[in-house]
Structure formats: structure tokens, C-alpha cells
């Protein structure tokens, strides 16, 4: 039974991974990771893939909207920047390696002009200024056609590394996990620093940071550019993985289904990003397979008569975590956790 | 909350563990059996369950009725379909999962996002032909998509057959002025640009575009355009049913003649239905013989007697139609293909696709088609007239 942790020295206190068992976990994680495409099928690996995305650009609402409580309803189109960002960059010839921050950036710099009247604004009345910059943007994307290719889209061709394509859910896979582990420890280091700590202050309470001697206007557009970078960078994987860029896909819903990951996972929490955006891409597909089992047991037209029932009881799991746990499955992991780690003792 | 325990933890890990690997006996069974799999990821909850879940009827029922006169050159066929709730991301991880697990070589997909997001896998995997309800003008490109199909016109096409007809309609030398009005949406833009294209060569005046969102809005400035323009026809497109309805009362209580003309998924009876009084006259351009068609031919009446077992008669519909044809064409591709001895490849089958001409549908269009251009580039122009739909032209070929 583990009782707490020893630190001997600062360094070990600072260290993000601080006990043995962490770092074997997480040593056996990125094993997994690396051999996942290999075990896993194509299925498996492209939802691992669209996994990968979704939690990088959940984890760039993450830091705008749970660390720094500025909420945001544009982020998908934040994605969208990115992602024609790729398109662009692709047919200029600049390779992934670079067109990646390139979308990142070019998002990024959006997300400053967006973020500018969150100096005066914040809560609900900013959410909806974000609103605003969701359909502008969409506007742009419709309308730029010699950029964006209007409302057909835009073709993004595969990533290529000297010549080798990273082409098909394996390959991408390749280019997706690393940059999603990265990015994640990236954001989970964020909050160890001046920065990551002042965004905490502003969102407890905005007016006790200026008086700290926290710049507001700066660490608010820095919040917005960090979490707008990661949605660009989410964006323009997307790109090289749907292969496809058109306004369409980067609507509202989008932009909804990642304040419901954040929120179910649980707000301000690395954890929580991952668990709430593994929720959100998991369980649609989970429940899928459920209505299959029920016709391979002879339920005949269980697709029919259960396929509308699943977006209910969808539904109905997100109402339920945010009744029964308002803190998010993060905060159910952490009791579970503990529980195992306090056994055979109750907490 | 309730105290995890360890046991009832472990439990339902072995539990679900267990209902997990029910699929592999399933899979490989499959393997073995000779079966051809049809894959579908049709869209029967979402905002085009509308049309979904008869599409998705159709091509079940079809599959069931060939299995039942011995399938397709001594195989059963064994339709595996899951809903898509017509979102990209979904449809598209519905074709990986049965291309991973059944190796269909046909594909029943569900819009235009998730054709074109699998485009590029299906020249990759070279092993799958596609097709689905989309009917987006880029898709039928034998060139840039090989392996996509469409069981109908282009959008361009029945824009085509629509300017067709007003050109027919002409009584002297000046040609009848149309207006055009789409939603702003990629399907709504998709075919204006060859649209306007092909009333220049027809030398029919478009005097008006208007665009707007899709569903409910207010149309009341629009409507006072159209009137300025004096439009004869009004062509809408991009849209299922509002803002159409609202577009043709406010035309009417402003005194406009022009009539009001449709695309194929408005001219399904049931949403022509849902407009009421403002739908009398209504023209639109519909691929397919209607159920209720008076003209009695075979594959309508199998589809009549097949359809009529099943519960909430969804045979009586278009979408059940198309879902049966895209079943006929997957039969004729298989056909052809194993008929010359040859290995359910792409490129095979593409071939196959491409080599059917002249091809006798049984009625359900009232002329022979081809699918060369892996399209199907005829329609026909159909009259809302009082509580039905009946032909107001003959069967146009466009292209």
C-alpha cells in the first residue's frame, strides 16, 4: 500500500513523472503506443488516430477554457485554420515538418485578433464573441475561394518525408502519436511554469492576478494563441489524415463536441482531456457495436429500431457524468485510483 | 457513489472482454462460407435519417431478395451495415472497421464529406468499389475517384435536365427566364457554376441568384427580388424542404407566376407532402419512376411485392428505390466481374462498372443507362399535381 511520496531532492520534486511505477507505466504506454498499429488493425488505428487529434486539440480548449476560463465556441474553426494552413502549405511544397507549426502559427495569430476582447469581456459574453469569430470564420472559408476552394474544400495531399509518403491510417498513425504525446506533456508543463500558473490565477479570479502583478491582456492572449496553436496543429493532422479540407467539417458541432470532452473529462485537468476526449471519440463507436451485437444475437432491424436510441443514451451518459460527477471522469479516475492504492482500507 | 470492488471490477473486465471476442468466430466463419459482403455505413439517424433509413431498407431488402433466388454466380451475399448518423468521422471509421473485418468489395457510403474523405483510400486499397447518396458533381470523376460511383445524375445533371426542360418549354424564339436559389452550403453551391453555364448555351436568360441557409429563414426580401426579376421558373437547390415552402406562398401571395422547380431530394413524395397547398404545380427532377407510377413495370412491382412484407412501408419512397438500384448495379458489376472469370479487384470491378451500357433497368428508369461516366446522367421532370406526382416529360438524357 502506498502511504505518499518521498522527495529527497527539488529535482525530484520537480520531476513530472516522480515515482518509479509512473515512469514503468509510462514507459509500457509509449511500448503500447509504438506497437499499437501493428496489433491493432486498420479499424482501431484510425480511431486511435482521430483519437490523436482530438486530444490535442481538446487540450488546446483545455488550456484557454479550463486553466485560463475563458470559454471558447470557435475552436473548431481554430481547427479549420490549420488545417487549409496544411493545404496551403502543401501546394507551396513547404513539407509537414514545417507546415505543422506553420498551421499552428497561422492559427495561433487568429487566436490573438480573437482573443483581444477578452480584456474587457469574459464568461458567457466572450463565449458568444467567440461565436461570432466560429462563423467569420466558417464565412472566410466558404468564401476565399482561391485559397480554401469555397464550399467544394480543399485537397490535402498525404505528408511525405524524402519522398516516403505518410499515406493510410499506419503510417499517419506515426505522425499523429508522437505529436499528440507531446504535445500533452507539452500542455502538462505549462502549468508547471510562470505562465501555466498565472492562467490559474486569472481564472480564479482575474482582479487578485492583476493585483499579483499579472499582466491580464498578456497572459489572456497568450492563453488564447498557446490553445489556438494547438488546435491549428490538431487542424492540419487532420488535413493529412481526412486528406480533405471543407468548411463543413468545421462547424459548431465541432466546436461543441470538444467543450463536451473537456467538460465531461474535467475542466483545468491534462487527465481529464484525455479521459473526456477519449469518452466523447469511444463511446459513439462503443455503442455502435453494442446495436451489432444485438443483431449477431438475432435482435433482426436492432439497427433500425436501436440506432436513434444510441444518440439518446449518448446523451444521456454525459448528463450523467455531469450530475454524478461534476468534476469530470478525472476525478472518477483519481478515486479509483486511490482506491487500489489504499486497499484493502476504505477511503 | 458506490465503493468499487476489486472481484466485481475484475468481473466485468472478463465480461466484457468475453462479448468482445464474440466477433472473431463470426469473422472467420464468414471467411470461409464464399460469402460476397456489402458494406454500408447509410445514415438512418442524423440530420438525412430522412432518406436514410429507406436507403438503407432498399439495399437490405434487395440483398435478402438475391440470397433468395441463390445469389450472384452460386454465392450468398451477406449485407453488413452500421449507422452512421451521417457524420464524417463516424462513416468513415464504419468503413474501416468493415473493410477490416469483412473485406467487402462494395461499399454503400452516406454524403458527400465521407466520399471524399475515403476517395483517397479506395484508389489506395484498390480492393473496394463505393458508391452512396451523394451526388456531388466532383464524385463522378472515373479519373480522380475510380472507385466512386453514383446511382443517379450529378447535382449538374439534374440542374441540366431542369434547363433542359425550360428550354423544351419555350412556345416561341425567347427561351423562359430562370432564377435560381440555393442554400450556401457545398451541396447547395455545387451545381450553379455549370448550371448558369448550361442556360448560357441554351440561351436561357437567368435574371436572379439568390443564396441562403438552409432551413427555416425569412424569405421575404428574397421573394421581393424574384418578383423585381420576373423569373418564369425558380429553381431551388440545396436544400430537402424549408425555406422552399415558405419561398412558393410568398411568390403566390405576391402574385408570381413563375414555378417553383426542385432537385431530387425534395421531389421525394413524402416532403413534397410536407408542403402542403404551397406545393401544388411544384416541378422537380426525380432519376427514378415514382411506386405510385401508373405505368406498371417489373422491377417497380418486385420492389412493390418485396417491400410490402416489410413493416412502415418504406418501399413506397425513393430512397428505397435508390437503395434497391445501388443493390441492381452492385449485381451487375459482380456479375460481369466473376462472370469473366475474373478476382473481385477494383480495378476489375471498375471495369465491370464501366462496361455496363445500354442496361435495361426493368423501369425504374424509363430508358436504358450506362454507367460509364459512373454516373447515371438521365432524368426525368415530374409535376406535383394535386395529392400525387405524375410525369410532366419524357425521360431526359443529358451529356
Redesign the interface.
Known amino acids: 500500500m502506498r502511504i505518499g511520496d518521498f522527495h529527497a531532492s527539488y529535482r525530484h520534486d520537480e520531476a513530472l513523472f516522480d515515482t518509479r511505477a509512473q515512469r514503468v507505466w509510462l514507459g509500457l504506454l509509449l511500448a503500447a503506443l509504438a506497437a499499437f498499429p501493428f496489433v491493432g488493425g486498420s479499424y482501431l488505428t484510425y480511431l486511435a488516430c482521430l483519437l490523436g487529434i482530438h486530444l490535442i486539440a481538446a487540450a488546446g480548449l483545455n488550456v484557454m477554457t479550463g486553466y485560463t476560463g475563458l470559454i471558447s465556441l470557435g475552436h473548431a474553426a481554430f481547427m479549420g485554420v490549420g488545417c487549409y494552413a496544411v493545404a496551403v502549405a502543401e501546394r507551396a511544397g513547404i513539407p509537414f515538418f514545417l507546415a505543422l507549426p506553420l498551421a499552428g502559427a497561422a492559427s495561433a495569430a487568429i487566436g490573438l485578433v480573437v482573443g483581444i476582447p477578452s480584456l474587457r469581456i469574459k464568461g458567457l459574453y466572450f463565449a458568444v464573441a467567440t461565436l461570432a469569430a466560429q462563423f467569420v470564420l466558417g464565412f472566410v472559408f466558404r468564401e476565399w475561394e482561391s485559397v480554401t476552394g469555397g464550399v467544394r474544400g480543399a485537397n490535402v495531399p498525404a505528408a511525405s518525408l524524402f519522398g516516403f509518403e505518410l499515406a493510410g491510417d499506419r503510417r499517419v498513425y506515426f505522425l499523429i502519436a508522437p505529436l499528440a504525446v507531446l504535445m500533452l506533456l507539452g500542455a502538462r508543463n505549462l502549468f508547471r511554469t510562470r505562465v501555466g500558473r498565472a492562467f490559474i490565477a486569472i481564472r480564479d479570479r482575474d482582479i487578485s492576478a492583476e493585483v499579483l502583478g499579472i499582466s491580464l491582456f498578456r497572459y489572456k492572449l497568450a492563453a488564447f494563441a498557446i490553445g489556438s496553436f494547438y488546435a491549428g496543429v490538431a487542424g492540419g493532422l487532420w488535413g493529412y489524415f481526412f486528406r480533405v479540407a471543407t468548411p463543413e467539417l468545421f462547424g459548431l458541432p465541432l466546436s461543441v463536441f470538444y467543450l463536451a470532452a473537456i467538460i465531461v473529462g474535467g475542466l483545468g485537468s491534462i487527465l481529464g482531456t484525455i479521459l473526456g476526449a477519449t469518452f466523447m471519440t469511444l463511446i459513439p463507436e462503443f455503442l455502435r457495436a453494442l446495436v451489432g451485437w444485438a443483431e449477431a444475437f438475432g435482435l433482426e432491424q436492432a439497427g433500425v429500431y436501436l440506432a436513434p436510441l444510441r444518440q439518446v443514451v449518448f446523451g444521456l451518459l454525459i448528463v450523467g457524468f455531469l450530475v454524478f460527477e461534476p468534476h469530470g471522469l478525472a476525478e472518477m479516475w483519481r478515486r479509483t485510483r486511490r482506491f487500489f492504492h489504499l486497499w484493502p482500507f476504505r477511503t | ?1 458506490t ?2 470492488d ?1 472481484r466485481r471490477f475484475l468481473g466485468s473486465g472478463a465480461a466484457a472482454a468475453g ?1 468482445a471476442s ?2 472473431l468466430p ?1 469473422r472467420s466463419a464468414l471467411a470461409q462460407s464464399g460469402e460476397i459482403v456489402i458494406g454500408a455505413a447509410p445514415p ?2 442524423g440530420v438525412f ?1 430522412f432518406a436514410g ?1 429507406g436507403l ?2 432498399g439495399l437490405g431488402d434487395w440483398v435478402e431478395w438475391k440470397n433468395g433466388q441463390g445469389g450472384i454466380a452460386g454465392r450468398k451475399l451477406r449485407y453488413v ?3 452512421s ?1 451521417y457524420k ?3 462513416s ?3 468503413f ?2 468493415i ?3 469483412y473485406k467487402p468489395p462494395l461499399f454503400y457510403g452516406d454524403s458527400t ?1 465521407w466520399a ?2 475515403i476517395a ?2 479506395l484508389s ?1 486499397l484498390g480492393s473496394v468499389l463505393a458508391t452512396g447518396p451523394s451526388f456531388a458533381s ?1 464524385l463522378a470523376d472515373p479519373a480522380k475517384a475510380p472507385y466512386y460511383f453514383m446511382p443517379g445524375p450529378t447535382y449538374s445533371g439534374q440542374i441540366e435536365v431542369l434547363l433542359e426542360y425550360v428550354s423544351r418549354s419555350a412556345a416561341g424564339a425567347a427561351k423562359p427566364a430562370v432564377a435560381f436559389v440555393y442554400s ?3 451541396f ?3 451545381p450553379i457554376a455549370s448550371g448558369k453555364a448550361k442556360a448560357a448555351k441554351l440561351g436561357i436568360p437567368v435574371v436572379l441568384e439568390v443564396v441562403t441557409k438552409p432551413g427555416a429563414v425569412d424569405v421575404s426580401a428574397e421573394v421581393i427580388k424574384l418578383r423585381r426579376a420576373k423569373p418564369d421558373f425558380v429553381i431551388f437547390h440545396g436544400y430537402v424542404l424549408a425555406p422552399i415552402p415558405e419561398f412558393m406562398r410568398q411568390m403566390r401571395d405576391a402574385g408570381m407566376n413563375a414555378r417553383g422547380m426542385g432537385t431530387i431530394y425534395t421531389m421525394d413524395k413524402t416532403t413534397i407532402d410536407q408542403m402542403g397547398a404551397a406545393g401544388a404545380g411544384f416541378l422537380g427532377v426525380m432519376p427514378y419512376r415514382y411506386s405510385f407510377d401508373t405505368e406498371k413495370t417489373p422491377t417497380m412491382a418486385l420492389i412493390r411485392e418485396v417491400g410490402s412484407r416489410k413493416p412502415n412501408n418504406p418501399w413506397q419512397t425513393t430512397f428505397y428505390t435508390q437503395g434497391w438500384l445501388v443493390g441492381m448495379i452492385f449485381e451487375q458489376v459482380l456479375g460481369r466481374t466473376l462472370g469473366a472469370k475474373k478476382e473481385l479487384t477494383g480495378p476489375n470491378m471498375k471495369a465491370a462498372l464501366e462496361s455496363i451500357g445500354k442496361w435495361d433497368t426493368g423501369g425504374i428508369f424509363g430508358v436504358p443507362i450506362a454507367l460509364k461516366t459512373h454516373s447515371i446522367p438521365v432524368g426525368r421532370v415530374y409535376l406535383v399535381k394535386g395529392s400525387t406526382i405524375v410525369p410532366n416529360s419524357d425521360w431526359i438524357t443529358i451529356g
Request: hydrophobic residues 40%.
Open positions: 457513489m465503493p468499487i476489486r462479448l464474440l466477433g463470426l438512418i439517424t435519417a433509413a438503407h431498407a451495415a452500421e449507422d448518423s464524417v468521422d463516424q468513415v471509421a464504419i474501416k472497421k473493410v477490416a473485418q464529406g471524399k474523405a483517397p483510400e489506395q466532383d450556401d452550403t457545398e447547395g453551391r455545387d
